[in-house]
């Protein structure tokens, strides 16, 4: 079975200030690694993904990731947050032909 | 503009109602899936369907259901057995090019209980 763990459920940041929302899986053959961002009463827009080859994956709005294959990691960054940043942000997995598996989510406020 | 469009935004549901959840998309994707989203739970998979006329359940299938007559359309009927409908509901797509491709979601439909 697989499945993603997102360590934080609320990241708390000020605005200009760097973030790092992380993500762990569990995994018994190779993955594909996503991470989509929400904006409230909204659906889900893809930020980023990792398919193979550098680990470090850029997207948009600034963000970007590392994949991590000996730690199961995939933890998004970005260097200086923005109040139009305040979402809740997901990472997913997926393989084969099977739906995507996400966390729970990690909610991003961004204080003025 | 391709996308996935659902409606209604707002849905209110009576006790002992059927109630049905339209999604519908222009991208030509074979896959569909719809998701439940409760605050702290993330997103929990109901139903998903890789091709017309079949589909398969999810992680938390029972009080719904689902057809795929057509390419384009993936209803949802939350039926009266689901105890506890309150809820955001997501519909997504994704084309057959594999898992590598990226799944695309609509806006969502929220679900009240009067």
């Known amino acids: 079975a697989q499945s993603v763990t997102q360590l934080d459920s609320q990241v708390p940041v000020f605005e200009e200030a760097p973030v790092e929302l992380r993500c762990n899986y569990s995994s018994s053959v190779s993955v594909y690694l996503f991470w989509y961002v929400q904006y409230p009463n909204q659906g889900l827009q893809l930020l980023l993904k990792?398919?193979?080859?550098?680990?470090l994956v850029k997207g948009i709005n600034g963000f970007e990731a590392e994949f991590n294959k000996s730690q199961t990691s995939f933890h998004l960054r970005k260097p200086s947050v923005h109040i139009s940043d305040t979402a809740e942000y997901f990472c997913a997995i997926n393989s084969g032909n099977t739906p995507l598996v996400f966390g729970k989510g990690t909610r991003l406020s961004v204080i003025a | 503009d391709g996308g996935i469009t659902q409606s209604p935004k707002y849905l209110f549901r009576k006790e002992g109602q059927n109630v049905t959840l339209s999604c519908e998309q222009n991208l030509n994707h074979d896959a569909m899936y719809w998701y439940r989203q409760d605050p702290g739970q993330g997103l929990r998979l109901i139903y998903y369907?890789?091709?017309?006329?079949?589909?398969q359940k999810g992680d938390i299938a029972e009080g719904y259901s689902v057809s795929r007559e057509k390419k384009e359309s993936f209803p949802l009927t939350v039926t009266s057995a689901q105890k506890n409908p309150t809820a955001f509901y997501l519909c997504a797509s994704r084309s057959s090019g594999g898992p590598q491709e990226t799944q695309y979601f609509g806006p969502g439909t929220r679900l009240l209980v009067l």
């Open positions: 369907s890789h091709i017309v006329n079949d589909f």
């Open positions: 990792y398919l193979s080859g550098s680990t």
